[in-house]
């Protein structure tokens, strides 16, 4: 192996946060809207999530967690008027404006791949791993996560010789920005120099009926110039059907890793130009797309099964790559039968499949792809990162104590207003600080 393709791909996982609810806050996000104002199962999301990380890490795979933002946010609800102690600034913003209480409560920080968008250091002119914390502009219940995910994201990779962690774009609808969601990339294995893909699903000032497109053109073009990727990167659009049938996010329908983009028919409006450009711009490597045609599965089953929104893995010696897929993709027939077929291939690009259960964020429309965020390290740069956030039989016990004694088995929508809630939650993340290396000044409550 030479130097330059001995990194290793980490995925983080979100830690489900313990006010994990349906509030149907997402347009165009056709789980969210379906399941609005239902029961959740907050301990149950959290262990979910974590078995997952788990199960990738008995598979042979580096794992890293991120931790939960504090929600409700009374920080912000004090910025916008209310005041008195942390419980009464929650009823009073949950009675008299509950839009805004539904916002501050989501715990939507569990979608790393939202967190920002990261390009490995073999990718960038100054040798550095790059990290782009994403605004997350169009809904107002994520724009709220830019702050603390880029404090997250210091405490991870603390050393500026090796790391560049670049605070959100201008939180404007010219330069809107959803992360990794939107963002693929090729190579001849992970640690190589690759070719990285930014998918938008409009340009700025562009009219757009249907449900909204949250990536523009201007800020992957921000994001691929700070970086330094200069030919690297390649940028190409989102099909709106695409985006109309309910993929509010690229990886709803596409999915890549090392040589081979995983995507729908109808992912992009014109597959053979960014297929062209992907291919004079690979080295070492020949591009493997397969593209799932809509005749196979619909945009509709794609959608609901999230079979794209899957994690593609190479798993210790193996030669064929893995698809870890939410189990929705089984119990649907088309979408099962078609991964069945496309593993049993001879020389198959995608020769396994590992189902996980993550139902719980799947009903927010949260697959296993959008849980983690995946960043590229090399040896040096994972022994520079912040060991606590790598996850171990320890750590991975820790966690799972920590849910067991402050998660909620249900938040039901009449339960979402209770005072306790403030305490209950502050009480698990200020204990939270100790078990992951997070530092007693890292929640706003812990700095009032
Ligand atoms: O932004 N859902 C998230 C789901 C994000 C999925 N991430 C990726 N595709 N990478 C969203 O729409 C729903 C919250 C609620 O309705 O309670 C929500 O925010």
Redesign the pocket.
Known sequence: MTVESAGEEINFDGLVGPTH??????EG?LA?ARN?DTAARPRDAALQGLAKMQRLRALGLAQGVLPPHERPNIAWLRSLGFSGSDAAVWEQAWTSEPALARAAL?S?AM?A??AATVSPSADCADGRLHASVANLQT?L??ILEAEQTERTLRRLMPDDSRFAVHPALLAHDTLSDEGA?NHMRMAASAGAPGVEIFVYGRAAGEARAGFPARQTLEACHALARRHGLASRAVFARQKAGAIDAGA??N??VAVAHEHVLFHHQDAFDDAGALYAEVRAKAKGFEPVFIETPRARVGLEDAVSSYLF?SQLVRLPGAKALTLVAPTEVRENNRTGSYVAELIAQPNAAVGHVEYVEVRESMR????P??LRLRIVMTPAERAAAAQGFFLDDALAARLEAWIAKHYREELAPADLGDPALVDETQTALDELTRVLPLGSDFYPFQRA
């Open positions: 609810n349906y509030a149907g806050l997402s996000n969210s609005a989501a939507s979608w791949a939202n809904m219940h994520r969601a509010f996010h990886d709803v929104n927010n429309g949260g697959g792809a959008c």
